[in-house]
């Protein structure tokens, strides 16, 4: 009888430092979960400042964190990553423990400006560090895992700043913006504890600039196409799908809390999965299945608002999420690990925060613009944005064919090694 193969295969796990990035990312997520979404409510319903101002207060953040993208970029070049998303996390960290002290509104303004600016800095960075930790091999991976530690995050978050807070004891607010405060806190203790490498550190010698990651023209088409999907698809999920499914599509704010539920659920589910199958095909091709789901995702909603039925409208909703949860799914398995993997070592803070300010751009020009639409043709909205992402996945297949042959498709992660495994003493 032959002997047994006395080896085996090792495990392949992504490196130590982005296990500890990412389990600081899920505390962090958590604070910002629990915080965010009662922040107007806060300023407006128990600080007494006008709605247009909290409102100006949500732009002006918005407005710093654009700002800050680049500039993290350019000051990452110099400090380095790590010390950099450091000093965003206490840009953030002061202006949450000041919030309860919020009385005038030119207060809720200055702390906006300060919070907007550490959020667009230290999400710069975390996703810069993380790619400079992470092999390309398992960058797709790496990032799949980021999406599902924020949404662990978030959807826990979320849940306990609803049971914490309520408008009638002000004090309730206080415990909820401290306790963000401190989840930045620790996401710098996890931060000291992760090794950087050389590349993570200040590279002054390197003469990288923007005009440099500008000269790179299908970057630049990525960026742009980068743009054109979150204004049209990931931005209004958030902005202005609540105030549709309530006024047109008539269900309660249970509902929709529900909905936004099942997004982080599926999310959370199917993230890993459907990272696997990206590996060895085509990115763009990906990519362009995303704009055919965003943009099929838009039609069910414009759909449930035409229904005249809650219940079937709400039935309907939820097809869309599922199908928008798997779009978001692609969209983190492919666009994120492409810049990293476009960019040269030397300026891959750069890349990553021309891609953040594509983000945030998007982020106040999807809202701002769709707002305008909703209110004049609420279905128009969304038929709009559907024929926006699926002229995306077009121009995805049409991109595919100017990526550089070595990023053209998703890595497949490297076999693990065989090991030799010590034969058991026999009895």
């Not at 206490?90 to 919030?99: D, E, M, P």
């Not at 306790?179 to 996890?190: D, E, I, P, Q, W």
């Amino acid at each position: 009888m032959a002997e047994p193969d006395a080896r085996r295969r090792v495990r392949y796990d992504l490196p130590a430092g982005v296990r500890v990035l990412q389990a600081g990312l899920v505390v962090n997520a958590f604070g910002n979960g629990a915080a965010a979404p009662f922040l107007i409510i806060y300023l407006h319903n128990v600080r007494g400042i006008p709605l247009a101002v909290a409102g100006a207060a949500s732009a002006t953040a918005a407005g710093f964190a654009l700002l800050a993208t680049l500039v993290a970029g350019r000051v990452a070049d110099r400090r380095g990553m790590r010390p950099t998303m450091i000093g965003g996390l206490c840009c953030s960290t002061l202006a949450y423990g000041l919030y309860p002290l919020v009385r005038q509104p030119w207060h809720a303004v200055v702390l906006a400006a300060l919070a907007g600016g550490g959020i667009g800095t230290w999400l710069t960075m975390q996703s810069s560090l993380l790619a400079t930790l992470t092999p390309q091999a398992l960058r797709h991976v790496a990032f799949a895992w980021q999406r599902v530690a924020a949404n662990v995050g978030l959807g826990l978050g979320g849940f306990a700043g609803g049971l914490i807070v309520t408008t009638g004891r002000p004090s309730t607010f206080t415990t909820l913006f401290w306790l963000n405060a401190g989840t930045f806190l620790v996401y710098v203790v996890f931060l000291s504890r992760i090794p950087v490498p050389a590349t993570a550190r200040p590279a002054a010698a390197s003469g990288g600039s923007y005009r440099a990651v500008l000269a790179d023209r299908v970057f630049v088409r990525l960026a742009a196409l980068n743009f054109g999907v979150v204004a049209a698809a990931i931005a209004l999920l958030n902005a202005l799908l609540p105030v549709y499914a309530k006024n047109q599509a008539h269900i309660t704010e249970r509902a929709i809390g529900l909905l936004f539920l099942l997004n982080s659920v599926t999310i959370i589910a199917l993230q890993l999965p459907i990272v696997r199958r990206v590996e060895g095909r085509l990115r763009m091709r990906a990519f362009a299945v995303m704009g055919v789901l965003f943009a099929t995702s838009w039609l069910l909603v414009a759909a449930a608002g035409a229904v005249g039925d809650a219940v079937t409208a709400l039935a309907v909703l939820v097809g869309a999420i599922v199908v928008f949860s798997l779009a978001e799914c692609l969209y983190d398995a492919v666009h994120s690990p492409l810049v990293s993997d476009l960019a040269p070592p030397e300026l891959l803070a750069r890349y990553l925060a021309v891609t953040a300010f594509s983000w945030q751009v998007g982020f106040i020009v999807g809202p701002a613009v769709g707002a305008l639409v909703l209110a004049a043709a609420p279905t128009t909205l969304w038929l709009v944005a559907a024929a926006i992402c699926a002229a995306a996945s077009v121009y995805s297949l049409r991109l595919s064919r100017h990526l550089p042959d070595r990023v053209r498709r998703t890595p497949r992660r490297p076999e693990p090694p065989l090991v030799e495994v010590a034969a058991e003493p026999s009895r």
